[in-house]
């Protein structure tokens, strides 16, 4: 079985908690992709942003609770996006996900820039559109072409 | 000692109140406006007016010079991130993160924060434990119920009355750790007698707990 | 030769995932939108394996195991439950199909287990070697209602891999089909002192010692455990 599979990092099973606008937009290009997605959201309304053409999983519950994460199957996910509206609930479920169910890949995002500093040190990699929309606009004004960004 | 709570509620009231009257300084995060223009009034407390889950705001609350962290709010995530905070980034010694949902015990434990209160998990051990209501007390849980604490009000028609504590036949995993005989606690010998009205303070392994009231009022119920 | 497999379930997600999810695959996949449709397909063709959603508006999944079988058919079904919905699983069981995955499922999870009952097919008592193989006929016996040789194999598996939790759970289910439950919990508890993980012997001995006692929900241990 393993034998078939490619030697690039597994990211086969995801779980996206979050269907907002992000979380909704990522799940669909990953299913495109023909990969595996699981979206958990406490709101079966947020669903609907999911497009027609999603081939995954939804799961309607709140995702704070491990009983939510297990019937994901957390503990066979090769990767974890945490997308909800809260920055906090966010790292937690991402904490809960690397260092408890030790997931290869876990993201979360952030809305805080000051934050980011405290989840670096705890390992947990993370993505600040604040920080990024930034940049990109500072790149724009000052009329430099767009840099590599850190 | 220097302390912050983070957090609103009855909780925080009250906690406040016992701590300042204890002389601690106390320091309040809240991040309703409002309300802290309140708790100003109320409490002989520093008061600080943001959402204690940015840096900051414990920045500005002086966490670097706290002892302790007390994380009260309504969201479990909240208080995880706060007690990380305080932990890793002001070196604050010791964190306190109260908790909804008992199964974040462990986890938070596993992530690292020191002290997690989860009041459904007593309240709902408490009850687990009691076992009869008249004469038994159960006392608090210790260790997520690993011992039982029971304390027991000796009746007449007990068996064990004006029994020597050494001729008692206890079961292996319990000791009496005090009786409190009219109002005064007493440290029990091998020849202590029990005497009526006595309340036996008694440890012992949850597994043998039946055992134990069995011995000592000659039922279980 | 390569093996047909129709895919069941009211879903379009669950259909795309599993057509994408074998394609590189050596199996033939079609799909049906609900019951009626499903049964007319295996009027027309003979498959080798069917994944059978249990929860379908209209004509329900047990309903479409139930006019299978009474056809006479005896193909392999693969039952596909949302969480925490196997209830069914005796009645199902009952009906002749014997492995339940349930949703959401990874590639992985469902690779698996479709190989295993494929492969299963192929058992036969003078062609059993390894301890999976044992306990794949073993359940082949306690679907056709072999009693006496299922509980010989797995008896045999114990001795094969005597810390392995699954033929106990299996014995338990065994004593439970003779109505010996105080047997059946011995088993269960069995399975439980040797891995105290294992959930499937948890779950089936909560269910034995409930005040009315009832044999739905019957945990066969089927899924890839995440062990």
């Known amino acids: 079985m393993k034998a078939m599979e490619n030697n690039q990092a597994r990211d086969e099973y995801i779980i996206i908690v979050g269907c907002g606008r992000l979380g909704s937009h990522l799940a669909r290009l990953l299913s495109k992709a023909r990969k595996s997605v699981v979206v958990i959201d406490k709101n079966e309304y947020a669903f609907h942003r999911l497009s027609e053409d999603y081939s995954g999983f939804t799961i309607e519950a709140d995702a704070i609770e491990i009983d939510t994460l297990l019937r994901a199957k957390i503990h066979k996910a090769d990767v974890v996006v945490a997308t909800t509206n809260d920055d906090n609930t966010n790292v937690m479920i991402a904490q809960v996900a690397k260092t408890i169910y030790h997931v290869p890949k876990v993201v979360a995002r952030l809305f805080e820039p000051s934050r980011q500093l405290v989840y670096e040190e705890l390992g947990i990699e993370t993505l600040c559109p604040t920080i990024l929309s930034a940049e990109a606009l500072k790149n724009y004004i000052m009329g430099k072409e767009t840099e590599e960004l850190e | 000692m220097n302390i912050i709570i983070v957090g609103g509620g009855k909780q925080l009231h009250f906690l406040t109140k016992s701590f300042v009257s204890k002389g601690y300084n106390v320091t309040i995060i809240n991040h309703d406006a409002e309300y802290c223009k309140k708790l100003a009034r109320m409490h002989q407390a520093n008061i600080v007016h943001g959402d204690g889950t940015k840096p900051y705001i414990l920045e500005d609350a002086g966490a670097s010079y706290s002892e302790m962290v007390i994380a009260l709010t309504k969201e479990d995530p909240h208080n995880l991130v706060i007690c990380q905070i305080a932990e890793k980034m002001f070196k604050v010694k010791k964190t306190f993160a109260m908790v909804n949902d008992p199964m974040n015990i462990e986890i938070f434990k596993k992530l690292g924060v020191g002290n997690v209160i989860c009041t459904a998990d007593i309240i709902s051990s408490f009850i687990e434990q009691k076992i009869s209501i008249d004469d038994i007390t159960n006392l608090f849980p210790i260790e997520e119920g690993k011992v039982a604490a029971m304390e027991i009000e000796i009746n007449s028609d007990f068996p064990i009355i004006d029994t020597k504590l050494k001729d008692i036949e206890f079961p292996r995993d319990a000791t009496i750790g005090c009786i409190i005989r009219g109002g005064q606690a007493v440290i029990p010998r091998g020849d202590t007698i029990v005497e009526e009205d006595d309340k036996l303070i008694i440890l012992c392994l949850p597994k043998v707990q039946s055992e134990v009231l069995k011995t000592i009022r000659g039922r279980t119920d | ?227």
């Not at chain 3, 039952?79 to 209830?87: D, K, L, N, P, Q």
């Not at chain 3, 990874?106 to 698996?112: A, K």
């Not at chain 3, 001795?159 to 439970?176: K, Q, R, T, Y």
Request: with cysteine.
């Open chain 3, 1 to 227: 030769m390569s093996k047909k497999i129709l895919v069941v379930d009211d879903e379009k997600n669950i259909r795309m995932t599993l057509t994408h999810c074998f394609k590189d695959q050596a199996y033939e996949i079609e799909v049906a939108v609900n019951g009626e449709e499903a049964l007319k397909k295996i009027i027309d063709a003979d498959y080798d394996l069917i994944l059978l959603d249990i929860k379908m508006p209209g004509m329900t999944g047990m309903q479409v195991l139930e006019k299978l079988r009474e056809r006479g058919s005896k193909v392999d079904v693969i039952m596909m439950t949302a969480y925490g919905t196997i209830e069914r699983a005796v009645e199902a069981m009952k009906l002749g199909a014997i492995d339940f995955i349930s949703k959401p499922f990874t590639p992985e999870e469902i690779r698996n287990i479709v190989k295993d009952v494929l492969d299963r097919q192929t058992l036969y008592e003078e062609n059993l070697e390894t301890f999976k193989d044992v306990i794949g006929f073993a359940k082949k016996c306690l679907i056709d209602g072999a009693y006496g040789k299922a509980e010989e194999y797995l008896i045999k598996a114990v001795a094969m891999d005597v810390d392995a939790p699954e033929p106990h759970n299996l014995l338990g289910i065994l004593s439970e089909y003779r109505k010996e439950i105080q047997k059946a919990q011995m088993h269960y508890r069995a399975a439980l002192a040797l891995d105290p993980s294992y959930t499937p012997a948890t779950r089936n001995l909560e269910r034995t010692v409930q005040w009315k006692y009832t044999q739905k929900g019957m945990e066969l241990g089927d899924e890839s455990n995440g062990k």
